[in-house]
């Protein structure tokens, strides 16, 4: 994600997509975040345990930073592919792999689907994704030179992988699902660019677009567990809220501030399609302080916290895909 962070008076620029960041260190006592492993609730879906599996293999030292065109990120395909196979999400193309036309090195997006149940609603697609590349290597600190991008993005693709393991085994969606995993996001959401533009040449009926960023920690004091990139743009909060029986959605003014809408990968989807489009996030400018460094380690997440954001979500994405036609609607 495209974004701006500052901490009191101090002011710091974040690019997610195409450019570098100057970032100052945490106030002390302000970041409070731990690598938990507790289990969730029984009855939940997903726990802290499956979560810091996927995280630890995503943001470990052995892919290098998992960055466009590498070897490392070609290990987290494979990983993410095998995933898929085991969870019944099936090629949405002739394989997984959409090869990147916009990016000089090959790379790929992940790509599968899980075909509605419903005769005539599988026919509408939402389209869940989030970038699992990252930087790769950078200019060493203290002798580390991997940005492993634990949080950015391996904490979304996990999301991902998640909700389409549910649906995968559940197969509880009317409407169709894609779940899609974008490279070169960091080169400037050019895997988003790219599939969005494949897709709307094949005039697929996209109904809503749900892109997982930055989800590794909890936002600092809201009374909301996530908020979407783009509040006011469409309903989907209010949806969202209704189907989670709770205020798990809510409205980040730095978000709508900094215009974080137009800097994730959601952006090419509203561009090429003009339907409801939104990053759900939890980075809230007060509670990371390692965005694009080697401190973006698995031992600064909160699995609990994305375990649980995870179990949230859940019936809210199955509420949009088996609620009533065109009720997610842009303002």
Request: with cysteine.
């Amino acid at each position: 994600m495209k974004i701006l962070a500052y901490t009191f008076s101090l002011m710091v620029m974040m690019n997610c997509g195409s450019s570098k960041m100057v970032q100052t260190p945490s106030q002390s006592g302000e970041q409070k975040v731990t690598n938990n492993t507790a289990k969730s609730d029984e009855d939940s879906f997903t726990n802290s345990e499956r979560i810091a599996e996927i995280m630890n293999y995503l943001a470990s030292d052995e892919l290098k930073g998992r960055d466009s065109g590498s070897e490392g990120i070609e290990m987290a395909a494979q990983y993410i592919e095998n995933h898929f196979k085991s969870y019944g999400v099936n090629p949405y193309f002739e394989s997984y792999r959409d090869t990147l036309s916009n990016y000089k090195k090959t790379s790929y997006n992940i790509v599968g689907i899980v075909e509605g149940n419903d005769p005539a609603l599988k026919d509408e697609y939402i389209l869940i994704g989030a970038h699992y590349d990252h930087i790769g290597t950078i200019a060493p600190e203290n002798g580390d030179y991997i940005a492993n991008g634990a949080n950015d993005n391996a904490s979304g693709t996990t999301s991902v992988m998640e909700i389409a393991r549910y649906f995968g085994t559940q197969k509880t969606n009317k409407r169709s699902l894609i779940f899609a995993l974008f490279s070169a996001e960091e080169k400037g959401l050019l895997g988003s660019e790219h599939l969005a533009k494949k897709l709307k040449e094949q005039d697929l009926n996209l109904y809503t677009m749900l892109n997982f960023e930055m989800t590794g920690v909890p936002l600092n004091k809201k009374d909301y567990v996530v908020y979407i990139t783009g509040y006011e743009r469409s309903n989907l909060a209010e949806i969202s809220n209704r189907y989670a029986g709770e205020n798990l959605v809510g409205f980040l003014p730095t978000a709508k501030e900094f215009n974080l809408f137009q800097r994730s990968d959601n952006y090419p989807f509203h561009k090429e399609f003009g339907v409801p489009s939104h990053t759900l996030c939890t980075f809230d400018f007060t509670n990371f302080a390692f965005y694009h460094k080697v401190g973006d380690e698995i031992d600064v997440m909160d699995f609990e916290h994305m375990a649980t954001l995870v179990n949230k979500v859940l019936p809210v994405i199955e509420g949009i895909a088996n609620g009533p036609e065109n009720e997610i609607q842009l303002k």
